[in-house]
């Protein structure tokens, strides 16, 4: 991490994260406990993201959108996983769907599926896990057979964010079984193709309001131009989708954190014990300065890694961006944890009811720590990056 850029969000990023805060404490703050209780798609927050080009500010504008950097992504999906995690999921997906056409699609499948996705007329999710193949997703059984001029795949994904309610998939499937990690291609499969279905909504500890879903492949036939990029080049480009989403999980830990100290700091000045604000006592100050030190060192190496990504995605060479992505990831989630299970604590019983959204953020957090790579996983990555 020698070359550290000079960085800071600027002007219009601190514009952005005003607008996106008081937009998701009036639009969907309201509904969040409702959603996580109905485990209900928050179909507000679509809607309020789609109203003010919040829901993939990622995308460019030569394809309609309004070309928002790494770092205007991060802060969005902070801020809105500062009221709802289930509703951060609508940008954060959407980039993690959309970036393998951004780094490998040709120039003619981006202006097909990105358009829909920068006007809100549709949602772009992320087919790679599969029930024995999660840490190892290399090892995926999912297969595109060639027919033609185009493949036909079968196969079950699992653990698919937002599915059903998106249109778009990127799906990885294995065109070759004799070349490993080699032999696996990227397509896009739509979710009204012959042949795709959807399986229950899983039951969840959290982010309930986000459906988690397998996606069922049945003789699916897909265009040879739905292929992203070459044949055989579909693990590499998963690999280096995740260099750049992972920063976006640790964004919406970043927000899942900074809703629940906030939620702890109003509690702890107004709550009154032994004739005192809750506040007062040291024990519980110590508490605070250790979350809220935390929780910025985690969002300083999260924004740094938003840049990084930023000056890759523009072509530039960045030799340490798995590695301060996997960093940032993992720290930011791991304070995210933390963080909300500290204040829990600190609302003391009442923390542990539903009446208050701190136990809502804590079972969502937990989540932050295993997808896109488990934290366990994302050590391995970072110690791997260091010994070369």
Known sequence: MSDFPMY????????????????AEAKIA????????????PQEALD???????????????????????????????????????SSLIPAVNKLGTVPLLLAG??????????????????????????EAGSDAAGMRTRAVRDGDGWVLDGVKSWITNAGESRYYTVMAVTDPEKGAGGISAFVVEAGDPGVSFGPKERKLGIKGSPTRQVVLEGVRVPGDRMIGAEGTGFKTALATLDHTRITIAAQALGIA???????????????????????????????????????GARQLTYHAAVKSERAMRGERVADLTLVSSACKALASDVAMDVTTDAVQLLGGYGYTRDFPVERMMRDAKITQI????????????????LG
């Not at 996705?117 to 896990?129: C, I, K, P, R």
Request: proline residues 4%; aromatic residues 8%.
């Open 258 to 296: 900074q809703g629940a100290l906030d939620f702890a700091l109003g509690y702890v000045r107004e709550r009154r014990q032994f004739g005192r604000p809750v506040g007062d006592f040291q024990g519980v100050r110590f508490m605070l300065a250790d979350m809220a030190m935390r929780l910025e």
């Open 48 to 86: 309020a993201l789609v109203g003010h080009g919040l829901h993939a500010v990622h995308v460019p504008e030569e394809y309609g959108g309004v070309g928002g950097d790494a770092l205007a992504a991060a802060i969005v999906i902070e801020e809105v996983a500062r009221v709802c995690a289930s």
């Open 106 to 131: 040709s120039p003619e499948l981006r202006e097909r599926y990105l358009g829909p996705v920068a006007s809100g007329e549709a949602m772009f999710s992320y087919a790679l896990s599969e029930a």
């Open 8 to 23: 800071a969000p600027s002007e219009e990023h601190e514009l952005l994260r005003a607008t996106v805060r008081e937009l």
């Open 371 to 386: 997808y896109e790579g488990t934290n366990q996983i994302q050590r391995l990555v970072i110690a791997r990056q260091l």
């Open 30 to 41: 309201p509904f969040a406990a409702e959603v996580d209780e109905e485990s209900r798609f």
